[in-house]
């Protein structure tokens, strides 16, 4: 994992998003792949990740397609492993630590990683937008499974698993594309981003819909908008502030100076 240094010339933006946040003590966090990445997961989705250079899966032709099922289950055994083994990072634990303080009240996650719970965030206190890579579902049946337990199947020879209690296909508990999110999921991050007064759009491009219209409902209804990334976004104009600059420094300077 590279290691991050901290840039001096972000300290004005840095210095205006920690004045905005400390009088804040319902803060939510509205996190993208950029601040996975810096643990070594790649972007799949954003403006540079790998779905903008392949052609990514839908849900109806992963339904109908075999040789579709094949290649995804073949790219999926390569790429598990960086997953399983990746492990939270200073932007991680920065939010753990405001929420640690009780200002932090949520995190909506576009990512499917589990780092943010792996960083000491409650289970319930996460709401997983695309879903979770963490966990196997069948299409037919529902029935779920651990993804390591179906990775150690495809390990033992089973390259296109199916499912063991009906033989309906299997894919990671996350949201393909054409599929709509898992029902709820949506309307309880749109209620979420009413009641809190400064979100954070952390590592996301905000292109993304319908997840990246989550900070512009919270900006609506009368919160704060801050926005922490490496590149622009289509919010930038709205936001309060924008700090262009890696997510886990500005996060670790922000929990640090905010909690005494």
Partial sequence: MEHLVYDPNIEP??????????????????????????????????????????????????????????????????????????????????????????????????????????????RDRVLELHGTAREVKCLSCDRRWKAELVHQRQADGDMTPACLVCGGPLRASTVLFGEPLPAGIL????????????????????IVQPAAKIPLVAKRAGAALAIVNLSDTPLDGLAEVVVLGPSGVVLKALAERLIS
Avoid at 86 to 94: E, I, L, V
């Fill in 187 to 206: 309307d309880a991050g749109l209620q979420i981003a009413r009641q809190c007064d400064l979100m954070v759009a952390i590592g996301t491009s905000l």
């Fill in 13 to 122: 933006k840095l210095a205006r998003l920690i004045e905005i946040a400390a009088d804040k003590r319902n803060i939510v966090a509205f996190t993208g792949a950029g601040i996975s990445t810096e643990s070594g997961i790649p972007d799949y989705r954003g403006r540079n990740g790998v779905w903008a250079t392949q052609t990514p899966p839908t849900l109806g032709d992963f339904r109908s397609n075999p040789e579709t099922r094949r290649v995804y289950w073949q790219t999926r055994f390569e790429r598990y492993p960086v997953l399983a083994s990746a492990q939270p990072n200073q932007g991680h634990y920065a939010l753990t630590r405001l929420r640690q303080a009780g200002l932090l009240s949520y995190v909506i996650t576009q990512n499917i990683d589990g780092l943010h719970q792996d960083a000491g965030i409650e």
